[in-house]
């Protein structure tokens, strides 16, 4: 190998070596973005620890204990097997610009203690001005979907992201489902088929 190709060799692998370390670092300092966002949400919503607190500021519930038995259908959404809880929706905020830091929808799971704050949900309708899949925090939505029915009507076709600020997911604060909440409290527990998926932008 030439002096020439040996130099040129290193100033690739270094090239390579600073590229590396930069994209990592910009991972990294995305993350910790990330991590200061989501305390500030948590701490927004702390009030809403007292779902009185919620139906008040218009998060009324839709009283069905959302859980999944985990199968997997052709065409359709894939929830883990664990709950997603109560939901608590504020309608007038569906369909209006994604707010970070004012989520569409409250989780909770019943206990014996009365209703826990768990997660929270948002939802983008899908509509003609919809050209990708939204995001948040660095994740993207799942969707597009039917509306989860019976509790929502199969027409309202939508994007989700569920994040469990306030209760440990192993499966991960965005997935869908948590197999730490459960419904078997609940007085109205409902074990749902996975969703349709529709088509649209994914």
């Known amino acids: 190998m030439t002096r020439t190709a040996r130099l040129g060799r290193c100033g690739v692998l270094v090239l390579t070596g600073l590229l ?11 993350e910790d973005a990330n991590k200061a966002d989501i305390e500030a949400l948590k701490k927004s919503l702390a009030k809403y620890e007292d779902y009185t607190a919620a139906v008040r500021d218009l998060y009324l519930s839709t009283v069905g204990c959302v859980h ?8 359709a959404m894939y929830y883990p097997k664990g709950a997603m809880g109560i939901h608590f929706v504020n309608v007038p905020s569906i369909g209006k610009p994604l707010d970070p830091m004012k ?3 409250l989780i909770y799971e019943p206990t014996k203690k009365g209703l826990k704050l768990v997660g929270v949900e948002w939802l983008v309708p899908l509509t003609p001005d919809v050209k990708e899949a939204p995001k948040l925090f660095g994740q993207k939505f799942m969707g597009p979907m039917e509306g989860h029915y019976p509790l929502i009507p ?3 076709v939508h994007y989700d ?24 409290r609940a007085d109205f527990p409902m074990l749902e088929k996975p969703t349709k998926m529709m088509p649209g932008p994914m």
Request: hydrophobic share 35%; net charge neutral.
């Open 20 to 30: 590396g370390a930069w994209l990592g670092a910009a991972t990294a300092q995305a």
């Open 154 to 156: 199969r027409e309202f």
């Open 68 to 75: 999944y038995s985990g199968e997997k259908i052709d065409g």
């Open 103 to 105: 989520p569409n929808v």
């Open 161 to 184: 992201l569920h994040a469990w600020l306030f209760r440990d997911n192993p499966n991960g604060m965005f997935t869908p489902t948590n197999p730490k909440v459960t419904c078997n």
